[in-house]
């Protein structure tokens, strides 16, 4: 037998894993050409391939080829593949760089070398260059498109990878191909193509009950609610016992949707029997009992999960939820108890109060529901600011009216004033703060109220003013109490109804000082109309409602006019 039918017969008995010729045969090639590095290459690949893999013997005669062609850079990948084998993919990694510089565009090297830095060392635009040149060389591989697709995708190159995908899809059913096609699909949110490929993984692999869950996820996704229903039952049929209750939640809720409530809760029942401290399996139990018009059932589920949390501040959700749970149970009194405990607490103070704020709404009692609306939105309850502009304009608007007719007559004395003259129409801001009281607090507290007060501006007219915070506006009338020629005492009246309270104003040289109480004064300083910084521009911004301005008269037009054009149109 000469050299070429020697190595056509190995050929086929590799091919075949014709285990026993293919040992006959690489020996008597080694035996008959021992100079030749073809017997030794046979030889290596059949130690490689017993049931037993026999290591060792195989390193023995590829080192031996390549002994005898150290030029070939195909002996080098395959004693790189032997090394992968045992787990030795730094050294593989070595003989494939080895290979490439023998032979710049040896495939196997090229395809090996991007795996490893994709899936081992994370550098993945190595990696697409190794397999780019793969492809480049071979375009319908389809390992290297595969491993070219995942390194894609993992730096959110989707339209690539899919095109990558899409070649290494072509033939045979491929698992793994398929599972790197998913997670393409899913990155690009495609619920079509998803769906499809689900279809054909299940078909091929159907005893995979991973499989089936992630398939349902989609399918959910989709509103396919029947068919959810079915693949996540076959996965609980395919699975062990211990499977996670958050694998029957797409079946729950599809069960649910389907209106299939007796299969629902026996499902549900069950899964919470088994996770008593899952508080997501409550929740989900609740909405289905209040739907129900299960009451008392959903508000023991609530306080099973008040029980779990064991945190007043943690659980004030589910605090607010008994509360309206007893609401629709006519047990008013047990939900104010819970909404005045959360107002009692700092930490819950704005939701407490803006829940008793809209419970007083609803009952008609505008003036405790303004109050506490108003308190709930000054500690940050963007709801309750909504809920004062939607639903109380008009309350407020008849009591900024009665004031304004109450106060009339001292418009009259406001405006012949010799001292307040000298402060209207202008727009002062604070500028510094003497206070007693902040000498005993700490410098991080001081500084907070110091800057809590940088956005602090007032203007001043006959009729009344504005004094503008950053989180607030307050619209006032005022009565004068006493004056002298640079100083009044004036008897504030917010026009909300909620306060009043009187104050000490006078001119030191260009400043205005302000003072509520004593042992406090508030410095202003004369803000020019052309001058006013960003800051306070966005405190109007936020807090101004442009009528509140129309009652202070002419004096405020200029104000209006030079800036605030935006807010009074």
Known sequence: MNKEQLISKLSLAISSRNIQELESLSKTAVENFPDDAFGYVYLSAYFSMLDVPEFSKAEICIVKAIELEPSNADFYTRFS?????????????????????????????LTSLGKYDLYNANLYDNAIRYLAKAVEIQPNNRKANLYLAHAYSKIGNFSDALVSISVALKGEFDEDVTLVYIDILESLYDTKQLIEAFDMLVLKSPDNPQYRFRFAKHLFDANIFTETVIQIKKGIELSDSNLSYKVYLP??????????????????????????????????????????????????????IIQIINDFVMSADYQIQKAYLLLKLNRKEGAINIFEQLAANESTAKDGLFNLGMLNLKLGNNEKAYIMLKEARLRGKIEAESAIYERMIDYLDGVKAKILEENAAAVSNNQNSVFLNKVFGKLWIFESLDSKAMKSVSELIANNVIESLKSFTMFLTEKGGILVKAIQTDAITYKIISETEDSAKLHLILLDGTKTMDVNLSLSGTKLLFSERDGEVIHFQELKLDQIPEYVVDAYLRTLVPEEMEFMGDKASQLTASFFSELAS
């Open 251 to 304: 079946l729950l809720k599809s069960l649910f949707i389907l209106d299939k409530k007796d299969e629902y809760f026996e499902i549900i029942n069950g899964l919470i029997t088994k996770n008593s401290a899952e508080i997501e399996l409550y929740e989900l139990r609740i909405n289905a009992n209040v739907s129900e018009s299960k009451l008392e059932a959903a508000l023991d589920d609530t306080e099973k």
């Open 81 to 109: 593949e032997l090394k992968n084998a045992q787990g030795n993919i730094e050294e593989s990694r070595l003989l494939n760089l080895k290979a490439l510089q023998l032979d710049a565009n040896n495939l196997s090297a």
